[in-house]
């Protein structure tokens, strides 16, 4: 069994930047993928970043070029580092973990996650 923690998120106001971390306990398999979702209120969950077994990354385009998604210790500990937050960011943010879909178009398909963290709150003010 797969626990993941989100921790990092709080408040900002616009252009500032945060950092949420992700810790993973139990067996993260080497073929899983990791990714970062978001939940803003009255919306639909939407993939931000993600991450396949080989380090490849993928962006929503809402984010390219401001968050950086990252892992370290054989992928125990998962990051997504935020920049130039806009108040479209506000949302509740996620981390997930799971056997990596084919193809890897769908990395940012919440639907392919087995695994969910409890989710850390992330405002952005003007």
């Known amino acids: 069994q797969v626990q993941l923690v989100e921790s990092g998120g709080g408040s900002v106001q616009v252009g500032g930047s945060l950092r949420l971390s992700c810790a993973a306990s139990?067996?993260?398999?080497?073929?899983?993928?990791m990714g970062w979702f978001r939940q803003g209120l009255g919306k639909e969950r939407e993939g931000v970043a993600g991450?396949?077994?080989?380090?490849?990354?993928r962006y929503a385009d809402s984010v390219k070029f401001r968050f950086t998604i990252s892992q370290e210790n054989f992928k125990t500990t998962l990051f997504l580092q935020m920049n130039s937050l806009k108040p479209d960011d506000t949302a509740m943010y996620y981390c997930a973990a799971g056997p990596c879909p084919v193809p890897r178009s769908l990395l940012l398909d919440w639907k392919q996650y087995n695994y969910w963290g409890q989710g850390t709150q992330v405002t952005v003010s003007s």
């Open positions: 991450i396949d077994n080989a380090g490849i990354t």
């Open positions: 139990g067996y993260i398999y080497s073929s899983y993928c």
